[in-house]
Every structure is written in structure tokens, then in C-alpha cells.
């Protein structure tokens, strides 16, 4: 239900937004202005996430569940708190220091037991990104 | 046309243009094989790293890594009954059968072998197609463009997925999302709430790097793939009859994808379940598909590269994607601030004569690729998941960073990749989401300029024939999406 509340919560914006720039019409420069495409494809929104919603509703009722996330039992809901460590680290750090810890953690997430390999592996991708993107492709790096 | 084509040849085997022809097949096979990659996190990732290079030698790799992995697909299918692309889902069917028997050298013969002739074909009607549509479109105004783009939208979101609601959802919102930001035409700013940040918009690289780089790994952790093939491929080359009905199947595979490849929302994934379909449907023993018959390898296979390469068509003449790896080169296109549309082939006729050139020897270069180094390219599933899974996802990391070298881009595509995880993990498609996200603007400055023209009149849109005809073919496919979905069933 997540995803229908996200839409509907988009569409109120749109709608919020359509609403108060559709005061602000160029009669002859743009008859319909900034605000009124964003009104209508808010409304169409709006609708289709309230069918959503509601057909959800419905769903649950007759006792259909949807497809667990289990972002917090799973690999991915851990690989994604890392990835925005890395980057709260990256910015305060520097890139090489949170990418090398990063890079080691991120394996033992993905299913690497041992620590000594972790580290290895880590160490090397990490010199392997800042030689190529940083030398090699001349990239800004955070 | 053969002038430029020519020209294009001559510009296309320049020693940098071939090195990233090279480079870009051999990578879209590479990703093609592994079963947890895509061409599409591939060609996310890299939309920064590309924007270093030339805006040719660009286009020509990501084109490469396009149909490079249509190639690989089928390496892993056959091999060992594990899908690289969802577009070769089909051709584990037959393909893994034939590999039980001892046939394995064959079934990934004749999947090169069909590839390769659909790929040429296909860039053989690209070349004639293309200049054509091009010139036609010239008489194209802003009425017209708007319908052609309500109708490409349309069009998805009845193909992409299960359900209409949720294709139309998830188009809506990317459109939406598109207009976060100052308005083009008034300067005004909209959906930025006053957040200094959100009033350059939202870029599409962080939101194509997280929707299917950050999302992709995320998915792919869940579902490891541990099996590497370690028997023996047999003989290479299918003789005889076997040839024969191959090369057939390789031929109808190609109509049909070049076809279907022109049209939007009916991505490879979709056209080679249509291909086998209606291979096992003509076939004089339908009851032997599934039990290693070679027209169910050849038929889907010509079909997704031939599908591949037709998608090409509407993207260079007129700046439609048919495909969200096709919107991602439409937004490279827009990166190099490269025309979209009609216009690429009159202003810049020399670079997409190049592309189109490279098209034909990346063909060549994947067909010797594949051959003989097939049992490499099946041995790359040796590479565990833990090493690649952190290395895609620290270049994403970097990917979004170096675009304008800010965090927020970091943290937006972040955020597009939890999304792209759930929307994968409850069966949303993606694919509306991001066209929406890319025609949203293209469609508002097509909407407004027609009402400008017509003093703010609607009737504009039905007055013009064209784009009556357009929104009439839209209106249509919305009504019949659930008849059309039950006959094309979609896979992202």
C-alpha cells in the first residue's frame, strides 16, 4: 500500500501546486499557463491511486496480502542503509576512507564470511575506482 | 542515404569509434551474460562516465551495450536454464533442453548465427526507414508531436505490466516528477516547495541510476546465482536440416521483431514470447516445443535484436524511445544537446549515419564475440555476486555524484532506488515511470505551444488530422489494454 499512498501523495502536491499557479495565466503569451497541465495530469493521478487504494482495501479484505518487503530481514534494506552511510561518510570523510569501509562492509552484506578477504577486496576496488574515474576518466569524486 | 551512409562507415572505422563499437558490445555482452545486470543499470551507470567522451563515440558504445546484450542473453539461458535478460526467458525453453541432449554448441550457434542476421537487418531497415520517417516528420508541428507522444505514453502504459492502473500510475508520476523545478516557458517554479535544491529540477541521470542501478542490485541481493556450466558445448554449427530450420525461424523472428520494434511499449522482453508463440503456432509439430527444438532458439532471439535495433527507428527520427534503454539514450542524446527528432538526421546527419554504421560492424564484432568465446562469456557466472553487486553500486555512487558534483543527486538517486526496488518487488513496471519522466516535458512544451497557435483553443487537436489520428490510436489502446494484455503478456 506504500506505493499507492507515495502517488496519491504526489498528486496532492501536483494538485496543491496546479491550483496556485493556475492563477497565473499569460493570456496571450500561454493561454493555459504553468499551472494547468500540472492540475490535470495531478487529477488523472489522484484517480488512479484512489482505485489503487481502494482496490487494495478490497484486496486485504478478502484476505490477499501483497509481497513482503522484508527490507529490514533482507540483504537489501542493509545494503541500502550502508549505501546512505556511505554517502553521510563520503561527504564528512572523504571518498577514499568511506569508500574502502564501504566496499568491505557492502560484501559481508552480499554474503562474504571471511574478513581478512572482505578487506582485501574491499581495499582493491576501492584503488580501482580512484584510478580509473578519478586518473583515468578525470571524474570529480565526493 | 547512401552517401551518408558511406560517410557514416568511413567515420564509424576510425580507430577511437571502433575501439568504443568494441568496447560497448563487448560490455553489453558481458552485462547480457550476468544474470543480475542489465543493459539498463549498465547503460544508467555509465550516462556520466560517457559524458567525458565525444558525444559519437558515446552513442556508439551505449548503442553497443544495447544490442550487445540481446547477444548475451542467451548464453546463460541455454547454458544453464538461467535468464540473463528477461528477453531471454524464452529461449531457455528449447535452449536448455538442447544443451541436456549435448546440443549445446548448436543452440548457441544458431542464437548468434540469428542474432546476427536479425542485428544486420535490422540496421539494414534502420538505414532506410529512419531518413524517411525523418522527412516525413519535418512537416511536423506541435499538435502532431503532442499526439504522437500522448499515444507513445499511452501505449505503455497498456503494455508494461499486469495492470492499466498501474502503468497509467506510474507514467502520471514520472510526468509529474519531470515538472519539479522552474517552468521552461513562464520561468516560474513549480512542485519545489521552496527547497533552493529542487529548483534545478530533478536530473534524470540520479533518477535512471537509482529506477535500475541502486534498484537492480537491491533486487538481485535477494536472489543469488551460484550455478556456473561445466559440461561440453558439442558440435558448433547445426548441419543439414537442422540449419536450414534454423536460419528460417532466425528470418520470421527478425520480421516480427523489426515489426514490433517500431512500436512503443512493446519492448524485447514482450516480442520474443510473441516470436515463439507464433513459431510453435505454425509449426508442423507444436506438441515438440519445449523439448529442445531449434526454430524455439532461433525465432525469439533474431526477434529481441531485431526488436532491438527497429527501436532505433523512432528514436532518431522522431525523438520517440520505445524502450526505457531507448529513453536513456534519447536523454544522452540531450546531454550532448544533440536535436531529438527529425532534425538529428538534417543538422547532424554525419554522427547519426555513424551510429547507424557502427551498428553493422558491432554486429559483426558480437557474432565473433559470441562464436568462439562462448564458453568464456559462460564462465563469467564464476564471478560471485558479492564482488559485483558492491562494485555497481559503488559506481553509482560516483555516477550520480559527477553529474553537476553535488550530494543531492546522490541522495535523489537513493531515494529512485528504494522506489525501483519496491516497485520491482510488488510487480509495478518501471518502464512507464521513466518515459513518463522523460516525455513529461517534451509533452507539456508540445501541449502549451499547440494552445499558443491556437489561442488556447483544444479543438486544435482534433482539427489537426494527424494528431487526431494519434490520440484516437491512444484513447483506443487504453480501452482495449486488458484484451491486448491477455494476448502480450509483459515482462520488464
Redesign the interface.
Known amino acids: 500500500m506504500?506505493?499507492e499512498i507515495?502517488?496519491l501523495v504526489?498528486?496532492a502536491?501536483?494538485l496543491t501546486?496546479g491550483a496556485r499557479?493556475s492563477k497565473?495565466v499569460?493570456?496571450f503569451?500561454?493561454?493555459?499557463?504553468?499551472?494547468w497541465?500540472?492540475f490535470f495530469?495531478?487529477c488523472?493521478?489522484f484517480i488512479?491511486?484512489l482505485?489503487?487504494l481502494v482496490?487494495q482495501f478490497i484486496r486485504r479484505k478478502a484476505g490477499q496480502r501483497?509481497?513482503s518487503?522484508s527490507l529490514h530481514k533482507?540483504?537489501?534494506g542493509r545494503?541500502?542503509i550502508l549505501?546512505?552511510l556511505?554517502?553521510v561518510a563520503?561527504?564528512y570523510l572523504g571518498y577514499l576512507p568511506a569508500?574502502a569501509m564501504?566496499?568491505i562492509l557492502?560484501?559481508r552484506?552480499?554474503?562474504?564470511r571471511s574478513w581478512p578477504r572482505c578487506a582485501v577486496?574491499?581495499a582493491s576496488?576501492t584503488a580501482c575506482?580512484y584510478f580509473v574515474?578519478s586518473y583515468l576518466?578525470?571524474?570529480?569524486?565526493? | 542515404m547512401e552517401l551518408g551512409l558511406l560517410d557514416g562507415f568511413v567515420r564509424a572505422c576510425s580507430p577511437m569509434n571502433l575501439w568504443y563499437c568494441f568496447l560497448g558490445s563487448m560490455l553489453g555482452t558481458f552485462v547480457g551474460v550476468l544474470p543480475a545486470v542489465g543493459p539498463a543499470a549498465t547503460i544508467a551507470i555509465l550516462l556520466?562516465?560517457t559524458a567525458?567522451l565525444d558525444a559519437t563515440q558515446s552513442i556508439i558504445m551505449l548503442a553497443g551495450i544495447f544490442y550487445g546484450a540481446m547477444y548475451g542473453g542467451s548464453t546463460t539461458s541455454i547454458l544453464m536454464n538461467i535468464p540473463g535478460e528477461a528477453a531471454s526467458v524464452p529461449t531457455c525453453l528449447d535452449g536448455y533442453q538442447m544443451t541436456k541432449q549435448g546440443r549445446a554448441g548448436e543452440a548457441l550457434a544458431i542464437a548468434a548465427i540469428g542474432s546476427f542476421i536479425a542485428g544486420t537487418v535490422g540496421a539494414l531497415f534502420l538505414s532506410f526507414a529512419a531518413p524517411l520517417l525523418a522527412e516525413f516528420a519535418l512537416a511536423f508541428g506541435s499538435p502532431e508531436y503532442f499526439g504522437l507522444m500522448f499515444f507513445s505514453l499511452t501505449a505503455l502504459f497498456s503494455f508494461s505490466g499486469n495492470s492499466l492502473?498501474?502503468g497509467?500510475?506510474a507514467g502520471?508520476?514520472g510526468?509529474?516528477?519531470a515538472?519539479v523545478g522552474i517552468?521552461p516557458?513562464?520561468g516560474?517554479q513549480?512542485?519545489a516547495?521552496g527547497i533552493p535544491k529542487l529548483l534545478s529540477g530533478l536530473d534524470v541521470v540520479p533518477v535512471l541510476i537509482g529506477l535500475f542501478g541502486?534498484a537492480e542490485?537491491?533486487?538481485g541481493?535477494?536472489e543469488?546465482i551460484v550455478s556456473v556450466y561445466e559440461g561440453k558445448l558439442g558440435r558448433m554449427i547445426p548441419r543439414g536440416k537442422e540449419l536450414t530450420k534454423g536460419l528460417w525461424a532466425s528470418i520470421r523472428g527478425t520480421v516480427i521483431g523489426i515489426v514490433t520494434g517500431v512500436f512503443p511499449g512493446l519492448m524485447p522482453s514482450v516480442v520474443t514470447f510473441i516470436a515463439y508463440d507464433i513459431e510453435k503456432r505454425i509449426s508442423k509439430y507444436p506438441e515438440k516445443f519445449g523439448t529442445g527444438v531449434i526454430e524455439g532458439v532461433a525465432s525469439p532471439e533474431a526477434a529481441n535484436n531485431a526488436n532491438c535495433q527497429a527501436g532505433f527507428i523512432p528514436l532518431f527520427a522522431l525523438g520517440i524511445p520505445t524502450t526505457p534503454i531507448a529513453a536513456m539514450l534519447l536523454a544522452s542524446l540531450m546531454i550532448y544537446g544533440l536535436p531529438v527528432g527529425p532534425m538529428l538526421f538534417k543538422q547532424h546527419g554525419d554522427f547519426a549515419w555513424a551510429v547507424v554504421a557502427s551498428m553493422y560492424i558491432g554486429n559483426v564484432m558480437l557474432l565473433i564475440l559470441n562464436l568462439p568465446l562462448v564458453g568464456l562469456w559462460a564462465r563469467l557466472c564464476l564471478i560471485?555476486?558479492?564482488?559485483i553487486?558492491?562494485?555497481v553500486?559503488?559506481?553509482v555512487?560516483?555516477g550520480a555524484?559527477?553529474i553537476r558534483?553535488n550530494?543531492f543527486d546522490?541522495?535523489t538517486s537513493?531515494i529512485f532506488?528504494?522506489?525501483g526496488?519496491?516497485?520491482k518487488?510488488?510487480?509495478?513496471p518501471i518502464a512507464p515511470l521513466i518515459l513518463g519522466f522523460i516525455l513529461g516535458p517534451l509533452l507539456?512544451q508540445h501541449?502549451?505551444a499547440s494552445?499558443?497557435g491556437s489561442?488556447?483553443s483544444m479543438l486544435i487537436f482534433v482539427q489537426r488530422p494527424i494528431c487526431a489520428v494519434f490520440i484516437f490510436l491512444g484513447v483506443l489502446l487504453i480501452l482495449m489494454s486488458r484484451k491486448l494484455y491477455s494476448k502480450v503478456s509483459v515482462q520488464e
Open positions: 506504500i506505493l507515495i502517488l504526489i498528486a502536491a501536483g501546486e499557479l497565473s499569460l493570456l503569451v500561454d493561454p493555459v499557463g504553468p499551472g497541465y500540472l495530469m495531478s488523472l493521478l488512479c491511486a482505485a489503487l482496490r501483497e509481497v518487503l533482507g540483504p537489501a545494503a541500502l549505501l546512505l556511505y554517502g563520503a561527504t569508500s564501504f566496499f557492502v560484501q552484506i552480499f554474503g562474504e577486496i574491499g576496488i575506482f574515474f576518466a578525470g571524474m570529480p569524486l565526493p | 556520466p562516465v567525458y492502473l498501474r497509467a500510475s502520471l508520476a510526468i509529474l516528477l515538472t517552468d516557458m513562464s516560474i513549480r512542485m516547495f541502486v542490485v537491491l533486487y541481493a535477494e543469488q560471485p555476486y558479492r564482488i553487486g558492491p562494485i553500486l559503488g559506481a555512487m560516483v555524484y559527477s558534483n550530494m546522490v541522495w537513493i532506488g528504494l522506489a526496488y519496491v516497485m518487488k510488488r510487480g509495478w507539456e501541449f502549451r494552445l499558443q489561442g488556447g
